[in-house]
């Protein structure tokens, strides 16, 4: 509604807001959260053929491939979301589709080389001493480059509005990487293996969206389009890179301090630590649309203020329940290798480095209202040098806890710092004292979780009732009241 129109409408009650909020979450984060279940539920079978020193080896296969990633896309991406949005023309919208999906290609062929080329310097420098297959690094590398060819066509589901389709395509990559996995893992391969899932897997991906790419895109290259695409995403390169620095480089930092066995142990405690992530990550694309609709309403402010503090509830009680059942979850899916629950104490520091995650996705809101998307690299700048920092200050004397408690940090300054940006530019009056209530509570009762009892059969029932005291908790003492 428009004029004075919208100055009168009240808008949605809370209830509605939260709902079209957990709808959107769940479509958008299906699949993941599919391939996320179906993986842990296959970490028995993963730990009877993969040792600790295979899941450091592929942590370390992960770094390299999270960096790859963002330097072979170079920002087009972002580049093409944002600019296929000011095209006049369905015409000009298919030279850009076109054009961008040429120039990704070219660069990620000419990037791939390059890297086969120095496949035996990047594996030294991401393995140090120890004998690997330099094919590893290619083969990830291949990866990433089979994968240009996806990122418009996806884009193009997302513009289109067509999120059951994008959750769909996204599965099948899934479901074909999994039973490629299982099979080639019980065969022996090893680390190798998984890389050639994978590999296989985005190759099919990528041959399967084409046909969208083609309806929707022309042969043709624009110079003028590319380069509007280029100014756009080129800056969000630094950007990501220093995300992925603060998300992974504790895992080379590690390397360099203790056994390549304990970085293993670390990667699987943190695989466990992150099913917080299950709820923000879906979260996420549905958080930023929801926010901006508000914004012609009066009580803007207020409402996103009320949602946020229900949200805020929910990732509490998420990273308590991971925090709480994940090192039984760890024990009851490694029965054929035990050595594995030696990273059971990672699980509840990581689950609380991403409930910070989560601090930082609500209350850092104020930068994109505002439009000051030059401060989230200063965010993201200031966060990876303390995760850097950090990491070599704690890790020679704690190792993998080190490694957990930096990340802690680095997320605390994060959520710190886009917190008090974000509410200098937009002030949002956020439920400081209910936000309180629930972490305390939170902490309580994770607390009363270690006097459960040592036998697993009487622990578990004990410690689902610990999480589902935190919901009446809450609940009982005044979250639902309407003011803020």
Same mark, same amino acid.
Request: glycine content about 8%; proline content about 5%; cysteine-free.
């Given at each position: ?66 960096? *790859?990633? =963002? @330097? &072979?896309? /170079?920002? !087009?991406?972002?580049?093409? $979301? #944002? ?117 296989? *897997?985005? =190759? @099919? &991906?990528? /041959?399967? !969206?084409?046909?969208?790419? $083609? #309806? ?269």
């Amino acid at each position: 509604m428009r004029g004075g129109t919208a100055a009168s409408d009240p808008g949605p009650g809370l209830l509605s807001n939260l709902r079209k909020l957990a709808t959107q979450s769940a479509v958008y984060g299906a699949a993941d959260v599919f391939t996320n279940v179906v993986n842990l539920l296959l970490v028995p079978l993963y730990t009877s053929f993969l040792t600790a020193v295979d899941y450091g080896n592929l942590a370390l296969l992960i770094l390299f491939g999270t960096l *790859a990633k =963002i @330097v &072979f896309r /170079l920002g !087009l991406d972002a580049g093409f $979301f #944002r600019i296929h949005y000011e095209l006049k023309t369905e015409a000009e919208r298919r030279v850009l589709a076109g054009t961008v999906s040429l120039f990704a290609a070219g660069v990620g062929a000419l990037l791939l080389a390059a890297v086969a080329a120095a496949a035996r310097p990047l594996t030294g420098w991401l393995f140090g001493a120890t004998p690997v297959p330099a094919s590893w690094v290619v083969l990830v590398a291949a990866d990433v480059a089979a994968g240009t060819l996806a990122f418009v066509p996806l884009a193009l589901l997302r513009i289109q509005d067509r999120p059951a389709l994008f959750s769909t395509f996204s599965a099948a990559r899934h479901t074909v990487n999994i039973v490629l996995k299982v099979a080639l893992v019980m065969a022996g391969r090893g680390v190798g293996g998984i890389l050639w899932s994978d590999l296989v *897997a985005t =190759i @099919v &991906f990528s /041959l399967a !969206l084409l046909p969208i790419l $083609f #309806r929707h895109a022309a042969l043709s290259f624009s110079r003028p389009l590319l380069a509007e695409a280029l100014r756009f995403g080129l800056p969000k390169v630094p950007h990501g890179l220093l995300l992925q620095v603060q998300n992974l480089a504790d895992r080379k930092i590690l390397d360099l301090f203790v056994t390549r066995g304990e970085v293993g142990l670390y990667q699987m405690g943190y695989n466990f630590g992150q099913g917080v992530k299950f709820a923000t990550s879906a979260f996420e694309p549905a958080w930023g649309p929801f926010v901006y609709a508000q914004l012609a309403r009066p009580d803007a402010r207020t409402t996103l203020a009320r949602v946020s503090t229900h949200v805020f509830a929910f990732f509490t009680g998420a990273a308590l329940a991971v925090a709480v059942l994940g090192g039984d979850l760890l024990t009851l899916l490694t029965p054929h290798n035990p050595a594995f629950r030696a990273a059971a104490p990672v699980i509840p520091v990581v689950a609380l480095a991403y409930l910070l995650h989560g601090v930082f996705l609500l209350t850092s809101i104020g930068i994109g209202i505002a439009k000051k998307a030059r401060y989230y690299p200063v965010v993201t700048g200031a966060a990876a040098a303390a995760n850097v920092v950090a990491n070599f200050a704690l890790v020679p004397r704690l190792g993998m806890m080190g490694a957990a408690w930096a990340t802690v940090l680095s997320y605390a300054v994060m959520a710190g710092l886009g917190y008090g940006i974000s509410r200098r530019l937009v002030p949002i009056p956020f439920a400081g004292r209910r936000w309180l209530m629930a972490a305390l509570t939170a902490a309580g009762l994770y607390g009363l979780s270690w006097l459960a009892p040592a036998s697993l059969r009487a622990r578990v029932p004990f410690e689902l009732a610990l999480v589902a005291a935190y919901a009446s908790i809450v609940l009982a003492t005044g979250l639902r009241r309407r003011e803020v």
